[in-house]
C-alpha cells in the first residue's frame, strides 16, 4: 500500500500544480469492500466542471498506476465542495508533504475501514 500511496502523493501534487489545489484527495476503503479502494476528490476546478475533471483524474491515474494498483481502485468520487461533511474531515488531514492513515471511521454516512488522505499542501 505504501507505493501505491506515494504514487497517489504524487499524482495529486501534479494535479494541483496543472489545476489548483485540493480539499480532498484521499483512498477510502469502504467497511465490507473487497478490498477495493475508492479515491475521493474535492476542488472548486472539480465542481467547475466535474465531467472534465474526471477525466483529468481518470487520465493521471490510468497513466501513473501500474495493473495492479488500478485493479485495486473501485471508483473516484467527487465530494461537492459545500459538503458540510468535509470540515468534518478536515482534522484528520496531514500537514505538509504527508499521508495520513485513519480506521474504523465514518465518513459521508460510509463505514470506512481504512483510508488515506493525502496533504492538501502537499503541492506546495
Same mark, same amino acid.
Given at each position: 500500500?505504501?507505493?501505491?500511496? #506515494?504514487?497517489? !502523493? @504524487? &499524482?495529486?501534487?501534479?494535479?494541483?500544480?496543472? %489545476?489548483?489545489?485540493? $480539499?480532498?484527495?484521499?483512498?477510502?476503503?469502504?467497511?465490507?469492500?473487497?478490498?477495493?479502494?475508492?479515491?475521493?476528490?474535492?476542488?472548486?476546478?472539480?465542481?467547475?466542471?466535474? #465531467?472534465?475533471? !474526471? @477525466? &483529468?483524474?481518470?487520465?493521471?491515474?490510468?497513466? %501513473?498506476?501500474?495493473? $495492479?494498483?488500478?485493479?485495486?481502485?473501485?471508483?473516484?468520487?467527487?465530494?461537492?465542495?459545500?459538503?458540510?461533511?468535509?470540515?468534518?474531515?478536515?482534522?484528520?488531514?496531514?500537514?505538509?508533504?504527508?499521508?495520513?492513515?485513519?480506521?474504523?471511521?465514518?465518513?459521508?454516512?460510509?463505514?470506512? $475501514?481504512?483510508?488515506?488522505?493525502?496533504?492538501?499542501?502537499?503541492?506546495?
Amino acid at each position: 500500500m505504501n507505493k501505491l500511496n #506515494q504514487k497517489m !502523493l @504524487k &499524482i495529486e501534487k501534479y494535479l494541483a500544480s496543472q %489545476k489548483g489545489e485540493f $480539499k480532498l484527495f484521499a483512498l477510502f476503503l469502504r467497511e465490507g469492500s473487497p478490498g477495493k479502494w475508492d479515491v475521493l476528490v474535492s476542488a472548486g476546478w472539480i465542481d467547475a466542471n466535474k #465531467q472534465q475533471a !474526471l @477525466k &483529468i483524474i481518470t487520465e493521471q491515474l490510468t497513466t %501513473k498506476l501500474n495493473k $495492479k494498483e488500478l485493479i485495486s481502485l473501485s471508483r473516484v468520487v467527487v465530494i461537492s465542495q459545500d459538503n458540510e461533511a468535509l470540515s468534518t474531515i478536515n482534522q484528520f488531514m496531514p500537514v505538509g508533504n504527508q499521508i495520513a492513515e485513519i480506521h474504523d471511521k465514518t465518513f459521508f454516512g460510509l463505514d470506512i $475501514k481504512q483510508a488515506f488522505f493525502i496533504s492538501p499542501s502537499s503541492n506546495k
